[in-house]
């Protein structure tokens, strides 16, 4: 079961997380004394937080900011073993939903795999335009694959989409590009 937090400074939006989640976050000493679910706010990239003054030992002040979806994944999502810093992603693109099962760790280089994202020139990922052709390439980790030059900014973004697969499976990443009846597609 869930549960929809409103937020403060946009009234038409929620934010959603599992009730038992809910249940301990409001049980929590700390959150409660910061009133931190009835303060959460919209960030202007879609996350959830919550932003307030703490007074240090030392009688200054600092500000703190805490995203509820960073909160909940340091708690209730087991992170992984890495040598690499993890981030925590929302499996299904969605930064208001803060439910666990949509909460993953990644490393960036996953992060940024799941983004969408495009050249300007092209409209597609992985492609730029080059000597009246267009090149394609993809990166894996620090390693660069040139998949060469091709005439067309969509046989280069289908290049890409390729080797994409193979290197890292299905992603939010892949080129939508049109096939041959102007369908969208990604394959």
Known sequence: MNTS??????PDQQ????????????????LKDLDFLNRLRAHSSGYSFFQCYLKKEDG??????????????????????SDKALFVRFIDGNPLNACIDNLEWVTMAMLRRQMKGS???????????DRGKFRAAIYEGKKKHDLGHFDTAIEAALAYNKLSMKLFGITSSLNKVPDKDGNETKY
Request: net charge positive.
């Open 60 to 81: 200054k002040q600092t500000y703190q900011t805490i995203y509820l979806h960073k909160l909940i994944a340091e708690r209730f999502v087991t992170k992984p073993a």
């Open 5 to 10: 937090i409103a937020l403060t400074n946009r």
């Open 15 to 30: 934010v959603v997380i599992d009730q038992h989640v809910y249940d301990k976050l409001a049980a929590d000493p700390i």
């Open 119 to 129: 050249s300007k020139a092209t409209g597609y990922r992985g492609v730029t335009p």
